[in-house]
C-alpha cells in the first residue's frame, strides 16, 4: 500500500510540475527538417512531426504499436530513430485516441481498423506532399504493423516497400499462444502466483477480457518474451516509464492527465474487432515489397505467427524474411546494428538503382 501511494505521489507530482511548461517540441542539432503539426485526419487532429537531416533522402513512416501506447515520449529520442533519420526523413504519426491525439470528442464510432488505415493513407499523403515525393518506405511496429499491412495491401501505389517488426497477423491466437507460454513457463519455474492468475482467465473469445490481456502481457514481459536480452525482472510498465510519458516536452498539462486517466482508451474502444482481426484473410496479397524483420523470441506478438503468414503472403513485387536471433518483440532496440544495416540495405536496393544491395541474413 505505501509502495502504491509514493508511486501515485510521484506521479502526480510529476504531472504538476512538467505542467508548468508550456510544451515545445525543440529540433535537435542534427535535424535539417523539423515540421511538427497537430493535422486534421479523419476530423480528428494527430500529432506528426516530420525529421531528419537531408531533403533528399526518402521518406519512411512510423506505425507505432499499442493501441493507445504513446509515441512521442520514447521513439524520436531513441537512438536508434536519430540514426535513421540520417538516411530517412522519418515520419513519427501518434494515432488518434493516443497522447497528443488523445480528445474527449472523438466520435466513439470512428474507433475502427478501418479508420486507423484511412488516418495512415491520409498520413502517409500529407507527408509526401510535404517532402515533395512520390512513394515512402512504411514500417509497422507491433499493432502498428497490422494497420501497416493493410495500408500496403490498399494502397500500394503509396509505397516503395513494406516493413513490419512485431508483425502482428491474428490478435486472438497470438492471446491463445501467450496464454500458452505463460502457463509453460509458470509450470517450469513454479510461479505459483502466475499459476493463480491464470486460472480466472476464460479464453473463449466472447469472454476473454482487456484485462485478461494485460494479465498476460505482465507475465509475457516477465518470461522474456518481450525483451530477450533483458536479466532482471521488472514491471511491464515501470516507474521510469511513466515519468517519460508524464514528462514528454511534447505533452500539455491535459496531454499528461489523458494519459493517467484514460490510459487504455484505445484498447477498449477496438478491443472486440481486433479479436476478428486476421491479415491472412485480411490482406493476402500485398503487391509492394515486403519485409519481415522479426524477433525468433517474440512472443508478445508471435513471430511464429508472422512467419506463417509470411509463408502464405501473396507478394507478386519480392518479399523477404529476417531472423534476428537475440531479440523478441523490439529488434530495432535488441539488434540495433543489424536492424539499421538490414534497413540500410532495404533503402539502398529500392532506390540506389542498378546495384543490388544484399540483405544481411
Not at 502504491?4 to 510521484?10: E, L, S
Not at 510535404?130 to 501505389?157: C, D, M, N, T, Y
Not at 492468475?197 to 476473454?208: E, G, K, S, V
Not at 500539455?252 to 484473410?281: Q, T
Amino acid at each position: 500500500m505505501k509502495r502504491g501511494f509514493r508511486i501515485v505521489t510521484a506521479i502526480l507530482l510529476t504531472v504538476l510540475v512538467g505542467g508548468c511548461r508550456s510544451y515545445y517540441i525543440e529540433p535537435p542539432s542534427h535535424a535539417g527538417i523539423h515540421h511538427f503539426r497537430m493535422l486534421p485526419v479523419g476530423e480528428v487532429r494527430q500529432a506528426v512531426l516530420i525529421r531528419g537531416t537531408d531533403p533528399q533522402n526518402p521518406l519512411l513512416v512510423f506505425v507505432h504499436g499499442g493501441p493507445g501506447f504513446p509515441l512521442f515520449p520514447f521513439e524520436p529520442y531513441g537512438e536508434t530513430m536519430r540514426r535513421l533519420e540520417d538516411r530517412f526523413t522519418v515520419v513519427y504519426w501518434e494515432q488518434r485516441g493516443t497522447g497528443k491525439s488523445f480528445s474527449r470528442g472523438i466520435p466513439p464510432a470512428s474507433m475502427t481498423i478501418d479508420q486507423f488505415v484511412e488516418d495512415a493513407r491520409m498520413v502517409v499523403e500529407y507527408a509526401l506532399g510535404f517532402v515533395e515525393k512520390e512513394q515512402a518506405f512504411l514500417w509497422g511496429h507491433s499493432w502498428g504493423s497490422g494497420i501497416g499491412a493493410l495500408l500496403a495491401a490498399r494502397h500500394p501505389g503509396l509505397l516503395h516497400a513494406y516493413i513490419g517488426t512485431g508483425q502482428s497477423v491474428n490478435p486472438y491466437l497470438n492471446e491463445r499462444l501467450g496464454y500458452e507460454f505463460v502457463e509453460r513457463r509458470a509450470r517450469e519455474t513454479e510461479n505459483r502466483r502466475a499459476l493463480r492468475q491464470l486460472q480466472w482467465i476464460d479464453t473463449i473469445p466472447d469472454n476473454y477480457s482487456l484485462e485478461d490481456a494485460l494479465t498476460i502481457r505482465r507475465w509475457v514481459y516477465r518470461f522474456g518474451g518481450i525483451v530477450r536480452q533483458s536479466t532482471h525482472e521488472r514491471p511491464y510498465i515501470d516507474l521510469q516509464e511513466v515519468r517519460d510519458m508524464l514528462t514528454a516536452p511534447e505533452y500539455s498539462l491535459a496531454d499528461r492527465l489523458n494519459l493517467i486517466l484514460s490510459p487504455h482508451y484505445s484498447a477498449r474502444k477496438l478491443w472486440d474487432e481486433m479479436k476478428e482481426l486476421n491479415l491472412v484473410r485480411d490482406a493476402p496479397r500485398i503487391q509492394v515489397p515486403v519485409y519481415f524483420l522479426l524477433g525468433r523470441h517474440d512472443v508478445i506478438v508471435s513471430s511464429a505467427l508472422a512467419a506463417e503468414y509470411f509463408s502464405k503472403l501473396e507478394a507478386p513485387l519480392g518479399k523477404r524474411l529476417v531472423w534476428f536471433e537475440q531479440s523478441a518483440h523490439r529488434p530495432h532496440q535488441e539488434e540495433r546494428e543489424k536492424f539499421l544495416e538490414v534497413m540500410e540495405a532495404i533503402r539502398e536496393r529500392h532506390l540506389g538503382g542498378a546495384a543490388v544491395v544484399p540483405i544481411p541474413d
